[in-house]
């Protein structure tokens, strides 16, 4: 499952993300976005789990849960439509 992680610090890296993540089971990659020209966190990021159990107790269980000083926002990601 893909996942989506919102509002985070700017400061948070991938690293971080995937020790979080991993108390819950598996994650295969975490993907912070990044300005372009800046190179700077967008303030989220993607995170890919392969088993749905562990990724939506994640889900549930981080939505909402203060990291890093900011309130997350942890849902499944919704695949953008291709043009």
């Known amino acids: 499952m893909n996942i989506y992680i919102g509002n985070l610090n700017y400061r948070v890296r991938e690293d971080d993300l995937q020790r ?45 849960a203060e990291f890093e000083g900011r309130q997350m926002v942890v849902k499944e990601a919704i695949p953008r439509e291709r043009q």
Do not use: C, H, W
Not at 24 to 41: C, E, F, L, P, W
């Open 20 to 64: 979080v993540l991993e108390d819950y089971g598996t994650v295969d990659s975490i993907k912070v976005i990044k300005d372009r020209d800046s190179g700077r966190s967008k303030g989220f990021a993607f995170a890919e789990m392969p088993n749905n159990a562990e990724a939506l107790k994640a889900i549930d269980e981080l939505n909402e």
